[in-house]
């Protein structure tokens, strides 16, 4: 691992010249910025699914941005099924990653055992520099962290193309 500062998304986005990746591992997330928004749709079944809502508006607004240059980003999750009330609501909000220019793909966790997954979530920037996401056992965020080990680099490319290859696309993902 590196001690090397850990960009913002958008720096990070904004430094890819081909492609950005993004794995995620878990069947929930315990993020703050959400956790309202989780809250209601639990009580109510009401996503915002508008991409530009105060919400949604800045992320949108960077994958456009990235997307318009050319870049590739694509988005895989690996669940556990049944999935989670996490991962509904999840689901139900990826309609606003697909309109900003993200492609996503789901994979069921009994379809991904036989691939070697690293220990954590993580962005893989043009095949060569990667953000870990960190998280707690809640599921908070527990920080990010960057490395551009080309060994590191090498088993998140070929982890997320394994599960890329697996994976449903989102429009054809039944929960």
Not at 92 to 106: C, I, K, P, Q
Request: aromatic share 10%; glycine share 8%.
């Amino acid at each position: 691992m590196s001690s090397k500062q850990v960009p913002t998304f958008a720096e990070l986005l904004d430094s890819a010249h081909r492609s950005a990746v993004h794995l995620e591992m878990r069947d929930a997330y315990g993020v703050a910025s959400e956790a309202e928004a989780f809250a209601r749709w639990q009580a109510t079944g009401e996503h915002d699914t508008d991409p530009a809502s105060p919400y949604w508006a800045p992320w949108v607004g960077l994958i456009r941005r990235t997307t318009a240059r050319g870049i590739a980003v694509r988005r895989a999750r690996i669940v556990s099924e049944p999935v989670s009330d996490y991962i509904r609501y999840e689901h139900a909000g990826t309609v606003v990653n697909l309109a900003a220019g993200e492609d996503v793909r789901w994979l069921p966790r009994r379809r991904a055992s036989d691939i070697a997954l690293p220990g954590n979530d993580f962005w893989l920037i043009d095949g060569h520099t990667v953000r870990w996401n960190h998280f707690t056992g809640a599921g908070e965020s527990g920080g990010g962290e960057i490395s551009t080990d080309p060994a590191t680099a090498k088993l998140c490319a070929d982890a997320f193309e394994a599960v890329w290859s697996r994976a449903t696309p989102h429009d054809l993902y039944k929960l």
